[in-house]
């Protein structure tokens, strides 16, 4: 596709309950990225796929935190017994490459609300 | 560790009126900094990436410079399609975003 696509654009649950958000990088983009953006806030880096490893999974804040990325284009984020804290704007980019100077490509978001 | 302060907070602009949006970093082993903007309910949207001292980029009205210290964001002559959010964000290890300058440009 022309741009970076997340799916679903808004999700709403309910405490304890286990979530999976979708990104579909640019085609050929071979570095993906997920971020998690507070309302006022900058995005926080999450974790960030190099093909379908996770090269880098420093950003995530718990273990009920998942990604994979399996034929090295799509990526799932996965959340488990989801907390309110959990709630902000999910964001996935991609990269041609990764590394040093590769501007990143961000989708929409989506919208995650934990009641 | 790695910071990204950005100031102000907020700016608001008359069009036409020039302004300067500040981006302050300490980091280890900077490997570049970029500039974004994000409209409300979308993305951030690239617009620059600067890698070394004293470099500056161009885009329409917008200009980009770099420090060792700062980074800024000149905004010449603006437009009310110019309010947005700009984000700044420094890659060393990661990449670490600041809160950003929420610009209002009023015509």
Redesign the interface.
Known sequence: GAGVSQTPSNKVTEKGKYVELRCDPISGHTALYWYRQSLGQGPEFLIYFQGTGAADDSGLPNDRFFAVRPEGSVSTLKIQRTERGDSAVYLCASSQLAGVGNEQFFGPGTRLTVL | EDQ?TQSPEALRLQEGESSSLNCSYTVSGL??L?W?RQDP??????LF?L?SAGEEKEKERLKATLTKKESFLHITAPKPEDSATY?C?V?S????????TRLTVKP
């Not at chain 2, 309910?41 to 690239?46: C, D, T």
């Not at chain 2, 290890?93 to 950003?100: E, K, L, Q």
């Open positions: 990204v490997r570049g970029f974004y309910g979308k993305g951030p949207e690239f990436t890698y984000l964000a890659q290890n990661d990449m670490r975003f600041g809160a950003g």
